[in-house]
């Protein structure tokens, strides 16, 4: 081989080799940079859809009850650019809140609320989703066991006590009650009926004949009514410590034709026209209405770094015939 050629071989060889980098290099710049879950940059699901960010929101169940709160949520997300994922099991299940919980894990959303239906036992998949980078706030229930950054609803030990009042006021401090009430191991729901448990107890002659878990069920909290109503006949009033069993009331009311009172808890439209109607006394409202948007307002303080409030109190209100 000659000098010349040999040249031209290794000239030949360097051209290949300084082609062969500039591609390696113009691929890496124009590669997509893995975003953290931290990241205030949107994630790779809010940027399918070219929003600003992707919240998820999770119920304990489909009920009516949570379409208010829907409603709100998506006003206020749609003027923020926010993309919501909205699910729920169709009645009561901790293992599909947990499933549910796992995917928008998967999907890196941006935020999380969820309204729990057992604090300790979704305490774990909470931090799992705070230790990714995913911000998580409850709503209606709180888990304070776990790293969740807020809490937004009422106090529920203070609304289960208002209850007692209103019965008290009712009854003039003595009589017979009958309590149904949402899925066992509810924090709000074990903290409204201790709260009113410890008012009647510490404060009027009131006896509480039965108390009956319904399970998110709407069919058994109207097949406990019933049996309750069978096995104590002379009660004075009826107590539904979530929206199934005042639900359950409306209809076992309008069937029975009872001149007992009835008290629940969670304004909602059937809710409003059974007061109207006279199948229900009163009710007492934690501001649902408001959750919606201190849910949007929440996630985006935590998305974009603002400090977050820890505890926003809904407060709660009774609401009758006479003040509608």
């Not at 040249?7 to 590669?31: P, T, V």
């Not at 998506?74 to 599909?96: D, H, T, Y």
């Amino acid at each position: 081989m000659t000098a010349r050629s040999a040249w031209h071989k290794q000239a030949h060889y360097w051209l290949i080799l300084i082609i062969a980098l500039c591609s390696i290099l113009s691929a890496c710049s124009n590669g997509t940079d893995s975003v953290s879950p931290s990241s205030t940059a949107a994630s790779p699901v809010a940027r399918s859809t070219g929003t600003a960010y992707t919240f998820g929101i999770i119920y304990p169940m489909t009920h009516p009850f949570y379409e208010t709160i829907t409603r709100t949520a998506e006003k206020v997300a749609a003027e923020k650019n926010v993309r919501l994922i909205v699910k729920a099991p169709g009645e009561s299940n901790l293992e599909q809140q947990i499933r549910m919980m796992e995917t928008m894990i998967r999907q890196q959303v941006d935020g999380i609320a969820i309204d729990p239906i057992d604090a300790s036992a979704l305490a774990p998949i909470i931090d799992k989703a705070v230790n990714s980078g995913i911000p998580v706030i409850c709503f209606e229930s709180d888990s304070p066991g776990s790293k969740r950054l807020s809490y937004i609803g009422a106090n529920n030990m203070q609304s289960g006590e208002k209850m007692g009042e209103t019965l008290d006021k009712l009854l003039d401090g003595s009589g017979m009650v009958i309590v149904e009430t949402g899925t066992r191991r509810t924090l709000s729901m074990d903290q409204r009926l201790e709260g009113m448990l410890t008012y009647l107890n510490n404060k009027t002659k009131i006896q509480v004949l039965e108390v009956r878990y319904n399970e998110g069920s709407e069919s058994r909290a109207l097949q406990d009514l019933e049996e309750m109503i069978d096995a104590h006949p002379h009660f004075d009033a009826f107590v539904g410590l979530d929206f199934v069993s005042g639900s359950a009331s409306i209809l076992v009311w309008k069937a029975k034709g009872l001149a007992r009172y009835a008290l629940t808890f969670g304004l909602t439209p059937e809710i409003q026209e059974a007061i109207v109607n006279g199948q229900l006394t009163s009710v007492l409202s934690q501001h649902e209405e408001e959750w919606g948007n201190l849910i949007v307002a929440r996630l985006l303080d935590a998305a974009e770094g603002r400090q977050v409030t820890r505890f926003d109190d809904t407060g709660f209100e009774e609401v009758s015939g006479n003040r509608l």
